[in-house]
T-cell receptor, first 113, second 119 residues
Framework: SQQGEEDPQALSIQEGENATMNCSYK?????LQWYRQNSGRGLVHLIL?????REKHSGRLRVTLDTSKKSSSLLITASRAADTASYFC?????????????FGTGTRLKVLA | DTGVSQNPRHKITKRGQNVTFRCDPI?????LYWYRQTLGQGPEFLTY????????KSRLLSDRFSAERPKGSFSTLEIQRTEQGDSAMYLC?????????????????FGAGTRLSVL
């Protein structure tokens, strides 16, 4: 499989705590994106970070990218029960003028009220 | 605009039957993707179209699978002679095709998926 690896596979935290998820990948990339998927639903785009960026923020989300280690992390601060979902990273590599996307295996986050 | 729409949401079929799924992308998006997702895994790329042209197919897409986008709008994914291993969620996504600099236009918007169960 070409999929990236995410850890932990599952994470359970109390509401108000921070949640950190990590993603490792294998090839050089143009950008990396994080998506959220609620049970039985499609994926929702959260944030995109370019390969020349090291950190990006969006509301309660903070993403870091370390291209030397081929890894990224997603931090959700002050988590809420509504954040319960699976989170996937997706790497985008530019090949022949088009993007190829590879998704990770996902982290299942459960936020307890 | 209601986003990416997929039909049906659920499909139960017997092994050996043919099934067809439909995806209606966001209207101004000219790029359309199909993915397969099994339980506990991330989406795996199957194929994508730019307008009506099918530009790439994954090795996952065996000869029993065929996808079309005849007028560059909606797309269909057909699986012939279904097998139990075909049971999965089939996801469709669309995006604007733009140059590599305009990254925001390369963001994919996903439909809710079609869950296939092959008995």
């Amino acid at each position: 499989s070409q999929q990236g690896e995410e850890d932990p596979q599952a994470l359970s935290i109390q509401e108000g705590e921070n949640a950190t998820m990590n993603c490792s990948y294998k090839t050089s990339i143009n950008n990396l994106q994080w998506y959220r998927q609620n049970s039985g639903r499609g994926l929702v785009h959260l944030i995109l970070i370019r390969s020349n960026e090291r950190e990006k923020h969006s509301g309660r989300l903070r993403v870091t990218l370390d291209t030397s280690k081929k890894s990224s992390s997603l931090l959700i601060t002050a988590s809420r029960a509504a954040d319960t979902a699976s989170y996937f990273c997706a790497t985008a590599s530019l090949t022949s003028g088009t993007y190829k996307y590879i998704f990770g295996t996902g982290t299942r986050l459960k936020v307890l009220a | 605009d209601t986003g990416v729409s997929q039909n049906p949401r659920h499909k139960i079929t017997k092994r050996g039957q043919n099934v067809t799924f439909r995806c209606d992308p966001i209207s101004e998006h000219n790029r359309l993707y199909w993915y397969r997702q099994t339980l506990g895994q991330g989406p795996e790329f199957l194929t994508y179209f730019q307008n009506e042209a099918q530009l790439e197919k994954s090795r996952l897409l065996s000869d029993r699978f065929s996808a079309e986008r005849p007028k560059g709008s909606f797309s269909t994914l057909e699986i012939q002679r279904t097998e139990q291993g075909d049971s999965a969620m089939y996801l469709c996504a669309s995006s604007l095709a733009a140059g590599p600099v305009e990254l925001a236009k390369n963001i994919q918007y996903f439909g809710a998926g079609t869950r296939l169960s092959v008995l």
